[in-house]
Every structure is written in structure tokens, then in C-alpha cells.
T-cell receptor, first 113, second 109 residues
Framework: DVKVTQSSRYLVKRTGEKVFLECVQD?????MFWYRQDPGLGLRLIYF???????EKGDIPEGYSVSREKKERFSLILESASTNQTSMYLC????????????FGSGTQLSVL | EDQVTQSPEALRLQEGESSSLNCSYT??????LFWYRQDPGKGPEFLFT???AGEEKEKERLKATLTKKESFLHITAPKPEDSATYLC??????????FGSGTQLTVLP
């Protein structure tokens, strides 16, 4: 089974802090994604990566950056956290061999105070 | 602008009481309509992909159908373990998905 692991389940940060969310997948998937999930809004794509060191903006990239130095790891960075970035963050991966299925991690609930 | 709307927002059923969840979509260049299940504290888990109007897919008590404007997730004789939030999403590819906000299903014993 594909496993997508997010480093923290819950995270509490202060406004202005730099925040790193880490995601690791163990099935050699080429594509990785970061979404945020807010009540009533559904999942919204922040960034995705289709290869090492490659990234593309999703629908809501403002205030975020990403890093993919190794195939299995995709990091989401909040350069200066703000209260409106309080949300559930979900990482996902996808392989070219089965383009139907996104595999999601369990999520990181981030609270910015 | 692509849009996916799910209804109802929440649904409570008695065990064994069949029902349907609705997903209405306006997605340009739709190549697939996806259904996911999300349990509390977990990420979404893939259920189905539908590609063309008239297509149906089944898995245990769940059957997904697709028309040109809507998809339905039919739940037959549900059990408490079917309680979850069901998400639908449409797009040209997995990189371009527009998700609905979900239907929270509760099945009471």
C-alpha cells in the first residue's frame, strides 16, 4: 500500500513565524501535491510538483512556497505565517502509471495564533 | 470558473435506509469525475473515477453514476461503518481537480 506521511498531526504557531510542513511518500510517485481544506470550501490546491526540483502553482499559492529536493519528499513553507493560514493541510501523491488515484496523507491541522 | 457543488451538506440515515448523494459540476474540459471518502482525522481515500455520461461503478454498498451535469453516489442498505464525508471532484486531470465541499454522512445503528 502507498503510504503518504505528514510529519505533524497538529501544529500551533505564532503570527510571523516561518513554518515547515513535511510530507514523505514511499512509492516512488512522480507527482506530489499540497492542498488546504477549509470547512465549506473543499480542498484547494496550493502547489504541486511533477519531478524533483520542479513545481507549479496551484489555485492559491500566495503566502506559500514549496521545496522538492528528493523524489519522496515535498515540503510546504509558510514564510511568515498569518492567522488566515489556519487550516488543515493535506499532502498527496500520484503516479503516471495510475493517473486516477491521488493518495493522501492524514493531514496537518495548523493553527496560527 | 469550474465549480463542483455537493448536496446535501449533511445526511443522517438509519442503518439499512438507502439514499443518494448528489454532485453537480460545471467543469470545462472534464475528463474525469472522482469520488473520495474521508474519515475523521484522515485524508481522503479514492473510491471511483467516472469518465463518460452513463457510466456506473460499484463497490460494496456504493454505486456511482454520471450524467452530463451530475454524479450520484447511491448507498444501498448502509451500515454505521459507511459514516464518513464523501467528496467529489472533477477536472481534466488529477493536477486540475476542483473539489466539492463534501457530504457528511452519518449512519445510525
Amino acid at each position: 500500500d502507498v503510504k503518504v506521511t505528514q510529519s505533524s498531526r497538529y501544529l500551533v504557531k505564532r503570527t510571523g513565524e516561518k513554518v515547515f510542513l513535511e510530507c514523505v511518500q514511499d512509492m516512488d510517485h512522480e507527482n506530489m501535491f499540497w492542498y488546504r481544506q477549509d470547512p465549506g470550501l473543499g480542498l484547494r490546491l496550493i502547489y504541486f510538483s511533477y519531478d524533483v526540483k520542479m513545481k507549479e502553482k496551484g489555485d492559491i499559492p500566495e503566502g506559500y512556497s514549496v521545496s522538492r529536493e528528493k523524489k519522496e519528499r515535498f515540503s510546504l513553507i509558510l514564510e511568515s505565517a498569518s492567522t488566515n493560514q489556519t487550516s488543515m493541510y493535506l499532502c498527496a501523491s500520484l503516479t503516471h502509471r495510475d493517473r486516477e488515484k491521488l493518495f493522501f496523507g492524514s493531514g496537518t491541522q495548523l493553527s496560527v495564533l | 470558473e469550474d465549480q463542483v457543488t455537493q448536496s446535501p451538506e449533511a445526511l443522517r440515515l438509519q442503518e439499512g435506509e438507502s439514499s443518494s448523494l448528489n454532485c453537480s459540476y460545471t467543469v470545462s474540459g472534464l475528463r474525469g469525475l472522482f469520488w473520495y471518502r474521508q474519515d475523521p482525522g484522515k485524508g481522503p481515500e479514492f473510491l471511483f473515477t467516472l469518465y463518460s455520461a452513463g457510466e456506473e461503478k460499484e463497490k460494496e454498498r456504493l454505486k456511482a453514476t454520471l450524467t452530463k451535469k451530475e454524479s450520484f453516489l447511491h448507498i444501498t442498505a448502509p451500515k454505521p461503518e459507511d459514516s464518513a464525508t464523501y467528496l467529489c471532484a472533477g477536472g481534466g486531470s488529477a493536477r486540475q481537480l476542483t473539489f466539492g465541499s463534501g457530504t457528511q454522512l452519518t449512519v445510525l445503528p
